[in-house]
Every structure is written in structure tokens, then in C-alpha cells.
């Protein structure tokens, strides 16, 4: 998307859009919110459940308004959360009538991809593999977010507790050894439970503020397992290798890139999101 790059095939083979996939609470929505803002480009946020209208005819509508509110508000991005469920592998459906449904949302995103204000289309799902390969095709851009590594997750807890008060006894190292499979979400709910759980105060400023040990962790991490399951991880695994097996090696090099765009992004001003409900 950066004029930099805007020339050459680039320019002639515009990029319609991109794929986030990964495990559920990989930051996959929450980096749909950076880019734009990143971008200074509208975000227009939409889940495909929501776009999965009841009567005939309505997602198409519903679609090219999309779009078309995209093209308004140039530089834009129309955000597709949860795509399965609006754009599944066509041998996953039985009904003719979801077929053709596809095929007619695809070519109405064609055409406004040709034009020159169109938005950008970014796609997000934790179920790639259930995704059509047409839509695959279209989104030349496959990004891979997986689970957070070790030092990403200490970086994680680091982000998280940065406003606490820490007893000597918390170190977010040690808690970060011992969070293996956990996402970012879950790390972010376990320094949740940790706050909630914790009955110790100290005065600082005048202000009587919550004193965090490690006892408190270790009570949130008996509440606190990871919810990413085996099946769905080596289910992604299978398309990353199949799709982009850079990815899987990217994944672990920016592990820790990708903690400091989320930094950026918790101190970035309001984000431009603009959900149509
Ligand atoms: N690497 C990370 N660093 C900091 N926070 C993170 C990271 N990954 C996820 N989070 C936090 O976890 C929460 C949930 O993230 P988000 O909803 O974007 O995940 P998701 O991949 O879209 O999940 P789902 O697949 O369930 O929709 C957000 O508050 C987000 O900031
Ligand atoms: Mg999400």
C-alpha cells in the first residue's frame, strides 16, 4: 500500500488484499486496527457472520455497499473478520445458490479492484483451510500470525504489566517459561485474573495501588490454561507449509517485531475504525 512501491507491477498488478490467519487471539482483529491507523487509511470492519444475510440477495448488496463506502473514504480498507463463513471452500457447501453467491461477491470485488480509489481488501480467519481458493488466489498476501514465542510472550507480560506495581518476587521471564501455547489474548487474560485476585496494597503518590506478587500468578495460571487447541494449530501448521512456508520461519523472526507494533499501537491516539453497526 505505500506510494514508495507504487509503480511497475505493482501499479499494473494491484494488490487486492491480504490474508491474516492463525490461532484464535493472535491479535489478527487487533493488527487490522494497526495497519489502518499505520496506513491513515478508513478502516471499514465487518465480520462474515454479520455479512451472512438471510434473504437472497442481501450479502451481495451488503458487499458492494462495502466497497463502495471503501472507495469513498480512499485510502480505506474493508476488513472481513472471521472470512470462512462468508467465502467457504465451495466443496464444503452443498447448496447451489451459496455457490453462485461466491462467485457473484467475487467478481463484484474484481471490479472494484480495477478501479484506482478502490480499497484494500484484508481478509482474517483462524480457519484458512476452510477458506475458497479462489479467495486464496485473490489475496496474493498470505501473513501468518502464530503463537507468540518466549521472548515475545515475556514482552507481552512486560506491555501488559508495565502500570503495575511488581513485587521482587514476579518475574516475567519465569512467567513467560511457563505460558508454552499460550496466545497473546490468553496472556493478556491471565494478567487480568492476576489483578483481580490480588488483595495486597501499597501507597504510591498518595494513591493506594495494587501490589502484585508471584502467588498471584501462579492462582491466575490454575485458572488460565491456552485455548488454542492442538487440532486447529496443525491444521494451520498444514497451510502455512502449503501456502507459504517462509511464513512459519517469518513467524519466528518477527515474533518480536510484532510486539513492538502492539506497543505502538496501545499508545496510539483513537483508532480510525469505523464499524457499520
Ligand atoms: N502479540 C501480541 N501482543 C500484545 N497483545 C496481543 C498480541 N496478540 C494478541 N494480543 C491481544 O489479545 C487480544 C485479542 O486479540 P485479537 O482479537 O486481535 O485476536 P484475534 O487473532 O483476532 O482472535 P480471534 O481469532 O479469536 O478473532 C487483543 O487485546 C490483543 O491486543
Ligand atoms: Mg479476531
Not at 465487518?46 to 462495502?66: C, D, H
Not at 477458506?131 to 503463537?147: F, M, N, T, Y
Amino acid at each position: 500500500m505505500s506510494k514508495d512501491s507504487a509503480y511497475g507491477i505493482l501499479k499494473r498488478g494491484r494488490i487486492a488484499g491480504a490474508l491474516l490467519y492463525g490461532p484464535p487471539g493472535t491479535g489478527k482483529t487487533q493488527l487490522a486496527r494497526i495497519i489502518s491507523c499505520e496506513c491513515n487509511a478508513a478502516l471499514i470492519s465487518v465480520s462474515g457472520a454479520e455479512l451472512n444475510r438471510k434473504y437472497v440477495g442481501e450479502t451481495e448488496k451488503f458487499v458492494k455497499a462495502l466497497f463502495k463506502l471503501g472507495q469513498m473514504l480512499y485510502p480505506s480498507i474493508v476488513f472481513i473478520d472471521e472470512a470462512d463463513s462468508i467465502f467457504p471452500s465451495r466443496d464444503r457447501i452443498t447448496l447451489e445458490y451459496d455457490r453462485s453467491r461466491i462467485n457473484q461477491l467475487l467478481t463484484e470485488m474484481d471490479g472494484f479492484v480495477q478501479s484506482s480509489n478502490a480499497p484494500f481488501t484484508l481478509l482474517a480467519t483462524n480457519f484458512p483451510q476452510h477458506l475458497d481458493h479462489a479467495v486464496l488466489r485473490r489475496v496474493p498476501s498470505l501473513l501468518h500470525l502464530g503463537l507468540p514465542l518466549l521472548e515475545t510472550r515475556k514482552r507481552i507480560f512486560d506491555l501488559y504489566l508495565c502500570q503495575e506495581i511488581l513485587h521482587d518476587d514476579v518475574d516475567t521471564w519465569i512467567l513467560a517459561r511457563k505460558t508454552h501455547g499460550y496466545s497473546g489474548s490468553d496472556i493478556k487474560n491471565l494478567c487480568v485474573q492476576a489483578a483481580l485476585g490480588c488483595r495486597t496494597f501499597v501507597t504510591r503518590e498518595g494513591k493506594r495501588m495494587r501490589h502484585l506478587r508471584d502467588e498471584h500468578f501462579h492462582d491466575a495460571l490454575r485458572r488460565c490454561s491456552s485455548t488454542v487447541s492442538r487440532t486447529s494449530l496443525a491444521e494451520i501448521h498444514d497451510l502455512a507449509i502449503e501456502h507459504d512456508p517462509h511464513s512459519l520461519v517469518a513467524t519466528v523472526e518477527d515474533e518480536v517485531d510484532k510486539g513492538g507494533i502492539f506497543e505502538r499501537a496501545l499508545r496510539a491516539p483513537a483508532l480510525q475504525d469505523m464499524d457499520l453497526d
